[in-house]
């Protein structure tokens, strides 16, 4: 088609430049020769115009074709990008779902490898305890054997009683024993009568619930709270966590108070983001909840059913629990953070932390004392200065709290070192929650009401539709609880 054209096209210009010679020789009466060299200069200007003509109109449509390359070249670049990434995700899939099963096992064998060595610390160290509470009578009869067998009597008579008086002596002069705490409200209690007041208290659900703020500086407005625990004794004596936490925990108490905690600090967020979208809740769990093989699986169940609400439910732990952390509770916080749901670390006794590796695990703030960031003395005996920790927590994505603020000083001193948020008895002292906080949304918890009434001598705080124990897998049919609890999160999130 294209030789065609060609070829119509030089036919068409020999045409005209004789026709226009022809119009020179007849009709202007140029000469032979002249209307020649007419002719030919209209076929030669005729055949330069076609030439350059089509070598702009060829320019034009290779340009065309360069540019629609280009964007071909471009696209196929991005697919083959999406291809690759997309081979990674199922390479890496695969190759996860292969060591899943080969890697189950041994994690077991681990954790009960750190189980076995923990119990045998305790034992070694009770053991090194009973030693020493052994050989502390044998080096008082060494000292008093010497004074006895110096006297002037029979050689006969001091042997076969120097060993009665040292023998007996230790029986009247026994150490003090370690059940008993010397201060609190347990002074003079034994470690049974403690753990057993602790326990009717957890079962009788005298729980309080107290919310601390926690404030940004140096604006002071609220923007976290904490959530604490108070337990009440029959007579009515508040204990603060510090007065029963080791006793709950040697008891293994622990996980049915974390779990009624928990149920109410979900209560205490779904009433905060009603009011209030851009606010969250610390929730202090211990350790222990980590690993028991009851009581954490409905955990993990229960925050699976309220993830909605994970960006407002922030989950702390203290600094030597992490630090003790072995692969169970490795596995239970990665579960949970899979969850969405983040961490915090209290009780910081030292600034030797590892950013990268606390924000991989999910930790986004870190709460330090207040006369910790401000001891100067103490620089040497941290990895970095105080001044510099706000900045490298922050470049982790983790944000820096100072609590324990008493002071106005501290908060001047405090934004030297770039603290954006602050927490302590300056701002506010831990405040029970009303009992309106909690009763306007366990009313809507038809689930709960019938699975588990309110004890009747439960905390105003607690509300009273507030199940005694409500994660706790010790209850008659634990499967049912557990399911209520699941199906009541997901009509909460429903409404």
């Known amino acids: 088609m294209l030789s065609l054209s060609a070829v119509f096209v030089a036919v068409c210009m020999v045409l005209i430049s004789v026709s226009s010679g022809a119009v020179f020789y007849l009709l202007l009466g140029f000469t032979g020769a002249e209307s020649s060299i007419v002719a030919v200069a209209a076929l030669t200007g005729l055949a330069l115009y076609n030439t350059v003509s089509s070598r702009l109109r060829d320019r034009s449509d290779v340009g065309g074709q360069i540019a629609d390359l280009s964007r071909g070249t471009a696209d196929l670049a991005r697919q083959v990008a999406e291809f690759s990434r997309r081979l990674s995700a199922v390479e890496s899939e695969s190759l996860r779902s292969r060591s899943a099963p080969a890697a189950t096992p041994l994690a077991a064998e681990l954790s009960e490898l750190g189980i076995v060595v923990k119990e045998l610390a305790e034992t070694v160290a009770h053991h090194q305890t009973a030693l020493a509470n052994l050989t502390a009578p044998a080096a008082v009869a060494e000292a008093a054997a010497p004074a006895v067998v110096s006297a002037p009597e029979p050689v006969a008579s001091v042997a076969q009683t120097a060993p009665v008086e040292t023998v007996a002596a230790p029986a009247v002069t026994k150490p003090a024993p370690v059940t008993l705490l ?41 923007r976290y709270y904490e959530a604490m625990v108070r337990l009440r004794t029959a007579d009515g004596t508040l204990l603060a966590p510090t007065d029963f936490l080791p006793y709950a925990e040697g008891g293994g108490l622990m996980p049915k108070i974390d779990s009624m905690m928990l149920f109410r600090c979900v209560q205490v967020v779904r009433r905060l983001l009603s009011k209030n979208r851009d606010i969250s809740l610390f929730c202090n769990v211990s350790a222990s909840t980590l690993i028991d093989p009851q009581f954490f699986p409905q955990f993990a169940d229960f925050m699976d059913a309220n993830r909605a609400i994970a960006p407002s439910l922030v989950f702390e732990f203290t600094q030597a629990a992490y630090r003790a952390f072995g692969a169970i509770e490795s596995e239970s916080i990665a ?74 000083g501290v908060v001047v001193d405090l934004l030297d070192y770039d603290v954006r948020f602050g927490q302590g008895f300056l701002f506010s002292p831990p405040r029970p929650v009303r009992p309106e906080a ?41 499967s049912r609880l557990g399911k209520a609890m699941v199906q009541l999160a997901r009509n909460a999130a429903a409404s």
């Open 335 to 408: 579960a949970l953070a899979e969850h969405g749901f983040r961490f915090s670390m209290d009780n910081v006794a030292d600034l030797r932390l590892e950013p990268r590796d606390l924000a991989d695990r999910g930790f986004r703030f870190i709460k330090v004392p207040a006369a910790l960031l401000l001891n100067q003395g103490d620089v040497k005996g941290n990895d970095i200065h105080p001044a510099d920790f706000s900045g490298l927590l922050g470049r982790f994505g983790i944000e820096l709290i100072a609590e324990r603020i008493e002071g106005e």
């Open 182 to 222: 010397p201060t609190g409200p347990f002074k003079g209690m034994e470690r049974e009568a403690i753990v057993a007041a602790i326990r009717e208290a957890v079962e009788a659900n005298r729980i309080d619930l107290y919310l601390q703020p926690i404030v940004t500086l140096p604006q002071r407005k609220v």
């Open 438 to 478: 909690l009763q306007g949304i366990a009313d809507r918890n038809d689930v709960v009401v019938r699975e588990v009434p309110a004890e009747p001598d439960a905390a105003p705080a607690a509300g009273t539709a507030m199940p005694a124990d409500p994660l706790a897998s010790t209850r008659p049919a634990p």
